[in-house]
C-alpha cells in the first residue's frame, strides 16, 4: 500500500521546496495527520540538501499497520530525531534506545522522511504518545533540544546540591533553564550579554553572569578582566553546552569545578580543540549526549504538563508562508527561543 503526501524539502540551492511523495505503508508503520511541528536548529544544516525536513511534530493517528499495538487510531503522537529502534539490541533494553545499532535518525538515514508536512509515515517504534494535559504545541517544543537536556539532567548522575551551569540560551538552553531550576539543581546561566537576563531569571536561575570578552585578544580568557570574573564565580559541577557555536574549551575549562562535567549538546561540523593538559590538571570530564530514548521522552512530557512549564514560541502556520517564515528567522538568528508551526491547510 502506498500513501501520497505533501511535503516541505531541501535543495542544493537552500531554496524551501514544497513537494509531494509516495510512501510505502507497512505492516508496522502508522499514518499521521500533523498538527504540529516545532523548529530546531539542527534543521538548518539540511536546507541545502534533498532532505524532507523537520524532526519535531505532533499529530494525529489516522491508521495502523495490522502488528500496531501501541498507539490507536485518533490518538495524538509525537516525533523526534529518532525515527526507528529494533527494541532488542542491548541499548535499547537497557533503556537507552536513542543508541540502538539498527536506528534510523532524521538527517542521516532516509532523505524521505521528516515531520514538515501534511501526514507522515513513521514506524510505531519511533512514536511518543502525547499525555492528555500536555498540549500538540508545547510537546512539538520538547521532541528534541527539551529531550537532549532532560537526559542529561535526569540520566547523568546530577545530585540536588550541585551546581549546573547553562551556556547558549535559546531553543534547548532556555529549556534546560527551566528544566534544571524545577528538578532543584542550582542553575547558572552563562550568556555573552544582558539581553535575557530577567527571562533566565524568570524561568528559574539561581544566578546570570556574563562572560568577559575582549575580541581584541586572542586567548582573551587569560586577560586580568576574564580572570577578576573567574575568581568572582563560583565553578559549575556540571556545564551544558547549548549553544549553536562551537565553544572555546580552554576557557570553558574556567568555569567548572574540579571533577566536573561539560556536555556538548548541539551539533556542530567543527573540529575543537580540547586542552588535555587542563582537563588532567582539573580532572574535567566532557561527555557527550544525544536527545533521549523514547521512554525518556514520554517522562519529559509528563513531567512538564505536571509542572506547567512551557518552552517559549512563536507561532506560524504549517504551510508553504509559515515554513518559510520559521526558516528564514532561523537563519537570520531573530528566533528568540521556539518557533512552532499549527496546521491551517497543507496542499
Known amino acids: 500500500m502506498e500513501h501520497t503526501l505533501c511535503v516541505f524539502r531541501g535543495s542544493s540551492d537552500g531554496k524551501l521546496i514544497q513537494d509531494v511523495i509516495k510512501r510505502s505503508f507497512g505492516s508496522n508503520d502508522v499514518l499521521l495527520e500533523m498538527t504540529h511541528a516545532s523548529i530546531c536548529g539542527t ?60 536506528r534510523q535518525r532524521y538527517g542521516a538515514d532516509d532523505p524521505q522522511q521528516g515531520c514538515l508536512g501534511n501526514q507522515v509515515i513513521w514506524d510505531a517504534s519511533g512514536l511518543i504518545c502525547i499525555p492528555e494535559k500536555c498540549s500538540s504545541a508545547n510537546a512539538a517544543a520538547l521532541m528534541c533540544g527539551g529531550a537532549t537536556a532532560w537526559t542529561v539532567l535526569t540520566r547523568y548522575n546530577i545530585r540536588r546540591e550541585q551546581r549546573v551551569g547553562i551556556i547558549g540560551i535559546g531553543g534547548m538552553g532556555h529549556l534546560a533553564v527551566k528544566l534544571s531550576a524545577a528538578l532543584g539543581y542550582h542553575t547558572v546561566v552563562f550568556s555573552r550579554s544582558n539581553s535575557k537576563r530577567n527571562d533566565c531569571m524568570a524561568f528559574g536561575a539561581k544566578e546570570f553572569h556574563v562572560l568577559p570578552k575582549d575580541t581584541a585578544v586572542k586567548e582573551w ?12 564565580v563560583k565553578p559549575v559541577d556540571h556545564l551544558l553546552l547549548c549553544s549553536n557555536t562551537s565553544e572555546d574549551f580552554a576557557m570553558l575549562m574556567n568555569l567548572v569545578a574540579t571533577h566536573g562535567t561539560i556536555y556538548p549538546l548541539t551539533v556542530s561540523l567543527d573540529s575543537v580543540p580540547v586542552p588535555l593538559l587542563a582537563m588532567i590538571d582539573n580532572a574535567t570530564s566532557i561527555q557527550g549526549s544525544l536527545t533521549a530514548s523514547t521512554e525518556d521522552i514520554s517522562s519529559l512530557l509528563e513531567f512538564c504538563a505536571a509542572n506547567d512549564i512551557h518552552p517559549m514560541a512563536e507561532g506560524q502556520f504549517l504551510d508553504q508562508t509559515g515554513v518559510e517564515a520559521a526558516f528564514h528567522a532561523l537563519k537570520e538568528g531573530s528566533v528568540r527561543y521556539k518557533t512552532v508551526l499549527e496546521k491551517k491547510s497543507v496542499c
Open 43 to 102: 534543521d538548518d544544516l539540511f536546507l541545502h540538501s534533498p532532505q524532507v525536513l523537520g524532526h519535531e511534530g505532533v499529530g494525529v493517528v489516522r491508521e495502523k499497520g495490522p502488528n500496531v499495538t501501541s498507539v490507536n487510531v485518533g490518538d495524538r503522537v509525537g516525533v523526534g530525531y529518532i525515527q526507528y529502534v529494533c527494541g532488542q539490541c542491548d541499548n535499547c533494553t537497557s533503556g537507552w534506545n536513542q543508541y540502538c545499532f539498527r
Open 221 to 232: 580568557y587569560t586577560t586580568d578582566t576574564a580572570k577578576s570574573f573567574y575568581g568572582k
